[in-house]
């Protein structure tokens, strides 16, 4: 009975639920603060390191390329804590609000 009047209740309420992907994919709600896919800006890195440093997963991988020594991400190792942002002392990481970050080719997973 009690279910009865649920069902009842729900047909009047405005739906709880979207048909994202297929939809309302721009109106599916992203809280502040949230954090996703990692973006790097290689001009404002000066190579301190402190980024793998404070990694806790391993996800953030020092590589040497022309300009010296500098992070590279690997996002299927990453979890989200964005310790490498907070610790970079330029501003060269940050974590977008991308979040769909599926991919084929593994090579999407790699941040340089
Ligand atoms: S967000 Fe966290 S886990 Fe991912 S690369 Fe930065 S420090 Fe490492
Ligand atoms: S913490 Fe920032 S400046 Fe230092 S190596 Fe990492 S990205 Fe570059």
Excluded: W
């Amino acid at each position: 009975m009690s279910m009865l009047k649920e069902i009842q209740k729900s047909l009047f309420k405005k739906k709880a639920t979207v048909l994202y992907p297929f939809k309302e994919r721009e109106k599916v709600h992203i809280p502040e603060g949230f954090r996703g896919k990692i973006v790097f800006d290689r001009d404002k890195c000066t190579s301190c390191l402190l980024c793998a440093r404070f990694c806790p997963s391993g996800a953030c991988e020092i590589v040497t390329d022309e300009k010296g020594k500098r992070p590279i991400f690997h996002l299927e190792l990453c979890l989200f804590c964005s310790q490498c942002q907070e610790v970079c002392p330029k501003g060269a990481i940050n974590l977008t609000e991308e979040f769909e970050l599926a991919a084929f080719d593994r090579k999407a997973f790699t941040i340089r």
